[in-house]
């Protein structure tokens, strides 16, 4: 019976370099001299660092336009508050998401099951949906269908088998 993996994940290296980049270019910038602004990666964090909110509003624009390039869909970064921080300087913390919580496997479940597609079944394992069907060409529509939906997640189509 075919079937394939609905996921969610992020390439860490492709990550690292997009930081790198960035923390690169705010280094070489002329609005970014003297500002002490950095972008900085952690585990699954990325945490920036600079004297004000606009500073703040630019260096997320950098970042951004680096992760874009890397082909790091901008899903996967949730953006927290902005934080102060000492000296009169903000900070703001990005999380990187990776994996599919249950939540948003239930309602991609769910939206699969409202496809009302003839022998297609998901079943959810951990942090990926997989996904079934009696006929390859549904289990296409069902790509088709998700990629099409907005979930506010970066979704992946792994394992294919048929």
Known sequence: MPSFDVVSEVDMQEVRNGVDQAAREISQRYDFKGTDSSI????????????????????????????????????????????????????QTVTLRMGITDDKAREVGKFIKGLSLKG??????????????????????????????DFDLPLQFTNFRD
Not at 60 to 81: D, I, P, T, Y
Not at 126 to 147: N, W, Y
């Open 40 to 91: 900085e990666l952690k585990e699954a964090t990325i945490e920036i660092h600079t004297e004000s909110e606009p500073r703040l509003q630019a260096l997320r624009q950098v970042l951004e336009e680096k992760m874009v390039k890397r082909q790091v869909s901008l899903k996967a970064l949730g953006w927290g508050n902005i934080e102060e921080a000492t000296k009169g300087t903000v900070r």
């Open 120 to 149: 297609v079944q998901h079943q959810i394992q951990g942090e990926q949906v997989r996904v079934t069907g009696k006929k390859r060409d549904h289990l296409q529509s069902v790509i088709a269908a998700l990629k099409d939906h």
